[in-house]
């Protein structure tokens, strides 16, 4: 038993994705399919608002929202933001202008990507429209981004049909009804003090349990408090190697993935000197003879960074007694 | 109006922190709270297990990994079972739900903690998956741009200019060498542009961090503490949940909150206010109605430190430090959450006069 040192800290890539399938209400489906269609709908709220992008609910009066009209693909940026640095799932991969853009024919903005040479190039009032992407699927980003519209002195373009701030019936052929939301965060994981000394303990083969200073109980694997106390387990064990079954289970249903054949075993080892116990697969005895109080000891397969399961030791079993407080 | 006011005294009693660090790879998350833990119930010589119910706040998002804030629960001795819940937001709102269990009368002292790592990933990146997923969200608009939307939306309005917003900085900066826990203190350089117009000077810090508050009620409250920091009012609000819907430059939901919670009733000496952006602090003065007479951020602010997730429950904790030590009377904290100030808490502290 000696006093924890400050081991070098263990550090790992962890990916998490998550490509949640959401599905659409009526507004936000026929807005979205719009975009696909390269025509921008609205919402009009009680006291006569448009409100691009749509919400299905007023957001003043929580009242139910459902009429459409169309706006258009030109409007005036409210305020923006120039992103020299552009990160890299935003919509452009060149330096641009984050805006807010308040269409023709709607009260609200809309945020999105402004696609100019420079901060210089950008101001609050300056005119500008949709560019659209060329391959559109009913999403946000069916909107490539904004680009200027107006000549080099700042007056607007000419020629392009105003907004017409028409009703719409928000009917379109094959509408979209849901998106999928796609997400990848990329992390440094890095264990803490506990569970870095356990895990460099098993590249040796050793299992490093902490003790309770206070109730003494020894934690196994560590994560570095006693649940029971709230304090710091400061003090390094080592546990094990044998142990004792204490409850186990037959599984008989293979998950995906798996190289084990059902029938097997999956069993609460308590580990010798560990004051709880731990979870395993058991080997080396066929499944119906499993039984708690059986003498087991870990397997190690060749590289593997953790047991791969244990065997009977062919001790005697343990007393109930014994291990009765560790069920 | 009906005032969010208590029907039990409920005070602060006990406040700590960590050091907030810009990484703290060598600890686990229970590894990092437990010291802030065992530093907060030490101020009261409560024992864990006489601690009435215990809240946490923080987010899976900033940790990368499920539930990772059951975890933490080992550090505050779960077992035997507690009081326990949990809400994946800043700590004023564990500290909020604590603030109404007592006034249910099933608590009579509660311990409030919340902690962010956010050294593991870019936070910039995690943030914005809180926003709308249909419309927002697939742009991966970052917290630092959403926050130069709103610093342009007030410079636009003639409310503040880029010297103005140096200005805060450098003062958040300059009073947190008076804070031994703050991530960066003194002189800082104002830096390039991060998202035009802020610079690295307008932004919070990154960093790794842990806070824990402990309520009590009453005459508990009496004991554990000799001047108890009395929570006279406390609200939260939320904003529409679209940028383009709102007026950026102005937090109608803070200035409710503060009616609701009394702030507008006496004034207050000190102002903690939950601005990670310069500029969100001009958005809070004007609507708290602060003077100048009032000492805005004495802590050095989220400028100073931002851990995310507790930086908010820090200006509720010293807020209250302050009134235990004398040096304010009348106190207003304020946190907030999610884009552009979308959510705010406020609530007005008091010590009683000698």
């Not at chain 1, 546990?239 to 097997?264: F, H, M, Q, S």
């Not at chain 2, 009368?105 to 990146?125: M, Q």
Request: glycine share 10%; net charge negative.
């Amino acid at each position: 038993m000696t006093a924890a040192p400050t081991p070098d800290v263990l550090r790992a890539p962890l990916v998490v994705e998550f490509p949640f399938t959401r599905s659409l209400g009526p507004v936000q489906s026929a807005f979205l399919t719009g975009l696909r269609e390269r025509v921008v709908l609205g919402v009009k709220t009680a006291d006569g608002r448009v409100m691009v992008p749509p919400a299905e609910y007023d957001p003043v009066t929580a009242e139910e929202i459902r009429d459409l009209v169309e706006v258009g693909a030109t409007g005036t940026v409210t305020t923006w933001a120039w992103n020299a640095d552009p990160r890299p799932q935003q919509p452009l991969a060149t330096p641009f202008a984050w805006v807010l853009v308040r269409l023709d024919g709607a009260d609200t903005a809309l945020l999105h990507a402004l696609d100019a040479p420079g901060p210089e190039a950008v101001r609050s009032g300056m005119r500008v429209r949709i560019r659209w992407a060329a391959e559109r699927t009913g999403a946000i980003t069916d909107i490539a981004c904004f680009e200027p519209y107006e000549d080099e002195h700042g007056d607007p373009h000419e020629g392009e049909a105003a907004p017409a701030g028409q009703p719409h019936d928000g009917v379109f052929e094959d509408a979209v009804t849901g998106i999928v939301a796609e997400a990848r965060l990329d992390y440094v994981y890095s264990p803490g003090r506990a569970q870095t000394a356990y895990i460099n303990g098993l590249a040796e083969r050793r299992t490093i349990g902490e003790r309770c200073p206070s109730c003494h109980k020894v934690y196994v694997p560590p994560r570095g408090a006693c649940p029971t106390c709230g304090v710091a387990t400061t003090d390094r064990v080592e546990v094990g190697p044998a142990g004792t079954v204490t409850t186990y289970c037959i599984v008989n249903i293979k998950a995906r993935n798996l190289d084990i054949e059902v029938p097997y075993v999956y069993a609460h080892i308590a580990l010798d000197g560990a004051g709880l116990a731990l979870h395993g697969r058991i080997g080396g005895i066929p499944y119906d003879q499993v039984r708690m109080g059986l003498r087991v000891e870990p397997v190690w397969t060749e590289g593997g960074s953790h047991p791969d399961h244990y065997r009977p030791t062919g001790e005697p079993d343990a007393d109930y007694d014994v291990y009765k407080e560790l069920i | 109006m009906a005032r969010a006011r208590a029907s039990r005294e409920v005070a602060v009693v006990a406040f700590a922190q960590s050091d907030h660090l810009r990484r703290t790879d060598e600890l686990s998350e229970v590894e990092m709270v437990m010291p802030v833990l065992h530093r907060v119930l030490a101020q009261t010589g409560l024992k864990a297990g006489e601690i009435g119910f215990t809240c946490s706040g923080s987010s899976d998002y900033l940790a990368g990994r499920a539930f990772s804030f059951t975890m933490t629960l080992d550090g505050v001795g779960a077992w035997p079972p507690i009081s326990e819940s949990h809400v994946e937001m800043d700590g004023a709102w564990a500290l909020y739900e604590a603030w109404v269990k007592i006034q249910t009368g099933e608590a009579d002292t509660a311990l409030v903690y919340a902690y962010g790592k956010s050294s593991p990933g870019s936070v910039r990146d995690v943030l914005t998956r809180q926003l709308d997923p249909y419309y927002v969200a697939p742009l991966w608009p970052d917290s630092v741009a959403l926050a130069a939307l709103q610093a342009q939306a007030l410079i636009d309005a003639g409310e503040t200019d880029e010297e103005a917003l140096a200005a805060i900085g450098a003062r958040s900066r300059a009073d947190a060498t008076g804070n031994p826990h703050a991530q960066l203190s003194g002189a800082v350089p104002q830096g390039d542009y991060q998202v035009r117009p802020l610079r690295t000077g307008d932004c919070p810090p990154i960093g790794d961090g842990a806070a824990a508050v402990i309520l009590a009620a009453g005459d508990t409250a009496r004991a554990l503490c000799a001047r108890p920091a009395w929570i006279t009012g406390i609200d939260h609000r939320i904003e529409a949940h679209s940028l383009g819907l709102r007026d950026l430059t102005d937090s109608p939901s803070t200035r409710l909150a503060a009616e609701r919670a009394g702030v507008f009733d006496a004034p207050v000496d000190t102002a903690e206010l939950h601005a990670p952006f310069s500029a969100q602090e001009v958005v809070l003065r004007k609507a708290l109605g602060l003077g100048d007479a009032v000492r805005v951020n004495p802590s050095g602010g989220a400028l100073a430190a931002n851990p995310v997730m507790a930086a908010g429950l820090i200006r509720i904790g010293e807020a209250a430090a302050r009134i235990h030590r004398g040096e304010s009377d009348r106190a207003v904290a304020h946190a907030t959450s999610g884009p552009c100030l979308q959510q705010n808490l406020v609530a007005v502290l008091e010590g009683e006069r000698a």
